[in-house]
């Protein structure tokens, strides 16, 4: 079982940054690829970022590439999402997730956590 609790969340301009932060529970995260996802209201869930479980590969939806830096650290357990040069359109809930395997998916993960609100507005 792991547990994924998001930060980071909150109100920037077009063009500001934001790091969000996913802190996992347990002794196993390195174990996981993780992934970010993100949720805009009226809209499907879709895939941000993932990285593998050494953190050796990254991979990117065409709409972030460029702009956003998927890390993490596994002897802190988290893993990070940087967003630069914010659009409005990067409004949404944006939630880490944790998988035994690798994708792109929704069903290719095993563990979500509740999400963190991201808003970008002038």
């Known amino acids: 079982q792991v547990q994924l609790v998001e930060s980071g969340g909150g109100l920037v301009q077009p063009g500001g940054s934001l790091r969000l932060s996913c802190l996992a529970s347990g002794r196993t995260f390195s174990m996981y690829t993780m992934g970010w996802f993100r949720q805009a209201p009226g809209k499907e869930r879709e895939f941000v970022a993932a990285?593998?479980?050494?953190?050796?590969?990254?991979y990117y939806a065409d709409s972030v590439k460029g702009r956003f830096t998927i890390s993490r650290d596994n002897a802190k357990n988290t893993v990070y999402l940087q967003m630069n040069s914010l659009k409005p359109e990067d409004t949404a809930a944006y939630s880490c997730?944790?998988?035994?395997?690798?994708?792109?998916?929704?069903?290719?993960?095993?563990?979500w956590g509740q999400g963190t609100q991201v808003t970008v507005s002038s």
């Open positions: 997730a944790a998988s035994r395997t690798v994708g792109r998916r929704d069903n290719d993960y095993d563990y």
């Open positions: 990285i593998t479980r050494s953190g050796t590969v990254t």
